[in-house]
């Protein structure tokens, strides 16, 4: 059982990689990849068996409106990433949850017996890249260190996904021969904090155990590659990633990232 276990959720992994509505859930059941669980394998069958329902859904670029790179650079004020009124240009979402067991308080007696899980401390961190109207990547997975609170996990968040923009405008500017990719990319976070904390260096104190991340992120906007702005968290396409959903809120963020009708995911 563990072999086919392992098999599958490696050709889970694969497929996630242009998948953005199953990036979640693969990141969760592949967390027990080393010892795979019965329940973990059943859950990476559903996973499967999702993917045959929607056998024809993938992630649509362009529309008739775009007819030339030039099309693709910003217009204008950054718009929401749920806005009707979003441009075609680069863009980037990104959110973090903070795990439960992390805040929890046991006695000695509890903690001794709760079986040990060394990931179970780790805030789940989630980003997407959007062009074109579409996302053409989507990253969802623990994040290496504990968190101690919400702030200190999306601003960990956002440092990595600019750490990734990094290498996602240096393609951007070989491949258009420098027409894309100059312009600072809006980072779009929910949380207030990290976005005070990416744009004042004065802001960082409580929060100093993580002050190379946040001195970085602040090189980042000080050198226009980023542009980390406040999205209200019901608007934020990137808690599908890193948070279980209703449905109806996971189909519209998904008709977001696929660039499709909600309806295809009924």
Known sequence: MRRQARSLKGALIYIAQVHPGIAHAVSRVCSLMAKPTHRSYACA????????????LG???????????ADLQPRGAA??????????????????????????KLSLA????APPDRASSRSQLGYE?????GCFDATSRRQPSTALDTAVAETFACSTAAAHLINVTGVLRFISFGVLGADPVPVWCDNEVAVMVANDASS???????????????????LRLA??????????????LTK???????????????????????
């Open 244 to 266: 279980h959903l209703h449905k109806q809120t996971y189909r519209e963020y998904m008709a977001r990232l696929y660039n499709c009708g909600v309806s295809t995911f009924c």
């Open 110 to 113: 509890e903690a001794a017996a």
């Open 129 to 133: 890249f959007s062009i074109a109207g």
């Open 45 to 56: 069958k559903h996973i499967l068996a999702w993917l045959c329902r929607h056998r024809a």
């Open 79 to 104: 718009q929401p990433p749920m806005s009707s009124l979003r441009d075609a240009s680069l863009a980037c979402t990104v959110d973090s949850d903070l795990s439960g067991r992390a805040l929890q």
């Open 59 to 69: 992630v649509t670029f362009g529309g008739p409106h775009l007819q030339s790179l």
């Open 227 to 240: 542009d980390v702005r406040s999205v209200p968290g019901k608007v934020n396409p990137a808690d599908a």
């Open 204 to 222: 960082q104190k409580r929060m100093a155990y993580i002050a190379r991340r946040i001195r970085f992120l602040q090189e980042l906007v000080k």
